[in-house]
């Protein structure tokens, strides 16, 4: 089993403060996947980056792929109350495989 | 969009107990999941199902087993339940083939066994 190591495991900021959060292994990934969860609910994609080097970005968030392949950010600008949850990162082998979470970071975004 | 729905959200049972957990995805997705979630170890994969009648064992299914007779439908069954599976259970489905394995999850199911 490939591990994902997340850090830090519990952030807390005020509204409007920037933050990143990372993902890391000793393996090199083809892919690795973001995932949001609110508290009470499953975990929902935001995110699959698959090539090094390579940077997406939805609305405040920006996920970069390290360029080997071995590590992640997610980089939140301005952070609203709503971006409150547990960040997960995830990577599968593709077809039916489940997918290996690392433990999350936990954020608290305060107004 | 996915829509995956699980029986329950919140069920309590009782030690010794036959539990059965639910699952269903409207989007004839061939891959279906299901995981554990505790405080301190993540998710954990139970057992997962790439087709009708088809189960595959995945890092924990000690105390579990599953049943899929039908493509929408994927059941995690405790056969006799016990203290340590009091956890969040989690129920998710796939594209067949999937290029990255993305997966929907449904809202999930907060097991307490007394």
């Known amino acids: 089993t490939q591990l994902l190591e997340q850090s830090p495991q519990f952030l807390s900021i005020q509204e409007g403060e920037n933050l990143t959060v990372y993902c890391n292994s000793s393996?090199?990934?083809?892919?690795l996947q973001w995932y949001r969860q609110e508290p009470g609910e499953g975990p929902v994609l935001l995110v699959t980056?698959?090539?090094?080097?390579e940077v997406k970005k939805l609305k405040r968030l920006t996920f970069q792929f390290g360029d080997a392949r071995k590590d992640s950010s997610l980089h939140i600008t301005a952070a609203q109350p709503g971006d409150t949850g547990l960040y997960l990162c995830a990577h599968g082998g593709g077809g039916a495989d489940g997918l290996t979470f690392g433990k999350g970071t936990h954020l608290i975004i305060q107004p | 969009d996915v829509k995956v729905t699980q029986s329950s959200r919140y069920l309590v049972k009782r030690t010794g107990e036959k539990v059965f957990l639910e699952c269903v995805q409207d989007m004839d997705h061939e891959n279906m999941f299901w995981y554990r979630q505790d405080p301190g170890l993540g998710l954990r994969l139970i057992y997962f199902?790439?087709?009708?009648?088809?189960?595959e064992k995945g890092d924990i299914p000690e105390g579990y087993s599953v049943s899929r007779e039908k493509k929408e439908r994927f059941s995690l069954i405790l056969e006799s339940a016990s203290t340590n599976q009091t956890s969040m259970y989690l129920c998710?489905?796939?594209?067949?083939?999937?290029?990255?394995?993305?997966?929907?999850f449904g809202p999930g199911t907060r097991l307490t066994v007394l």
């Open positions: 393996s090199v990934f083809s892919s």
């Open positions: 199902s790439y087709d009708v009648k088809m189960k």
């Open positions: 998710a489905s796939s594209r067949p083939r999937a290029s990255y394995n993305e997966q929907f």
């Open positions: 980056v698959v090539t090094g080097g």
